[in-house]
């Protein structure tokens, strides 16, 4: 049972917060949707709400769990993950060319997304007990958290999910950060990676490399490739200042916008909302940012600093890079806007990790 203490600090205008954006994707989903005639797609707001629900109980276990048995679980989680992910690759739900999906029950669940906080909960740990507080990381000290990422990225690439293996690069890359390092250290690595980097392109299927030459000029291939980035760009821009207001976007509605529930949710939103909307969604993603940074430089441990952190980073990930993608400054990649894209694995872990930032905060006043 919970400690009734903990209730006390329990931090309610965060929590509200939370709910708030996903209200708005909820909203944004039934707007997108509303005049299609598939009644799949008209319902698919109710869904969302259903799914939001469900996150609802999953962030209830993670804040009513003390977040240190996940310290205790770490590789026991992980291992489970790498099987997981093994049977998607083997035993998977192939859809759109991709093979990223499990059904669990009535469920049907992108394991991808639950890999993330795995690779966070076990990164927190070892960086947590590695080396004492004080005494710098070396290179070789990267060896075992790079090869946990490596596996962990290299089964989703397969699927192939190209967005979310790099994502889960760059939470790595952020714990190498965060670490206690020697300036010397950083630098090399740093260079590493800019030097290996190019790489990557060997490594990307055709379509892959399409979306990526298409990036730097969509006219290239304006009906295929090119299709999504022209499209996302005249939603978003012609909403103005002002927007064109709810239910009244037409890229939407005539259904120019591909992916308008899930990739491209901001561009409705930006369409409908204009400007003015959009300075108020991202004032709301600042604030959730913020605060879980400050709510991790606070925790009352090296793990809870690490974990919250670990947290704070992938969804700034995530909404960087949607939002990059629906303007053009990244290519189409598939990642999900956090809180408002429809998806329940995307809602169900977002919800579960902002729980354990909140619990991290709580606990923090009684360790």
Not at 39 to 63: D, H, S
Not at 257 to 266: Q, R, S
């Amino acid at each position: 049972m919970m400690d009734r203490r903990l209730l006390s600090h329990f931090n309610l205008w965060y929590f509200l917060l939370i709910l708030v954006i996903a209200g708005i994707g909820v909203i944004t989903i039934h707007s997108a949707n509303h005049t299609r005639v598939e009644t799949f797609f008209r319902g698919l707001y109710l869904k969302q709400i259903y799914w939001i629900l469900v996150g609802l109980v999953a962030m209830f276990i993670a804040v009513v769990v003390d977040y240190r048995v996940w310290s205790r679980y770490a590789w026991l989680i992980y291992a489970g993950m790498v099987l997981a992910l093994l049977y998607v690759l083997f035993f998977g739900k192939v859809s759109s060319g991709a093979q990223r999906w499990i059904h669990l029950g009535p469920l049907t669940l992108q394991v991808s997304e639950f890999a993330k906080y795995a690779l966070i909960i076990i990164l927190a740990k070892y960086f947590e007990e590695a080396k004492p507080q004080g005494q710098k990381y070396e290179l070789k000290d990267l060896v075992v958290p790079f090869l946990l990422t490596a596996v962990l990225g290299g089964l989703i690439a397969l699927q192939p999910d190209l967005g979310t293996a790099l994502i889960i690069f760059f939470i790595f890359f952020v714990f190498v950060v965060a670490a206690e390092m020697e300036f010397r250290t950083l630098w090399r690595l740093g260079a590493s990676v800019l030097i290996l980097a190019p790489l990557t392109w060997f490594l990307m299927k055709g379509y892959q490399k399409q979306r990526v030459m298409t990036l730097f000029n969509p006219e290239l291939d304006p009906l295929g490739a090119g299709y999504h980035t022209i499209q996302s760009k005249i939603a978003v821009g012609s909403g103005g200042f002002w927007g064109k207001g709810l239910y009244a976007g037409t890229q939407s509605r005539l259904n120019f916008l591909p992916e308008k529930h899930t990739d491209f949710i901001f561009s409705v939103y930006a369409e409908e909302m204009g400007f003015l909307g959009v300075m108020v969604l991202f004032t709301l993603f600042l604030i959730l940012v913020l605060k879980g940074l400050n709510i991790a430089y606070r925790a009352a441990d090296r793990f809870g600093v690490f974990l919250g952190l670990g947290i704070v980073a992938a969804i700034s990930f995530y909404i960087i890079f949607n939002i990059g993608m629906t303007v053009g400054l990244f290519p189409v990649t598939g990642l999900p806007l956090p809180l408002m894209s429809y998806g329940g694995s995307s809602l169900i872990t977002t919800f579960f990790a902002l729980g354990l930032l909140l619990n991290i905060e709580m606990r923090r006043n009684i360790l």
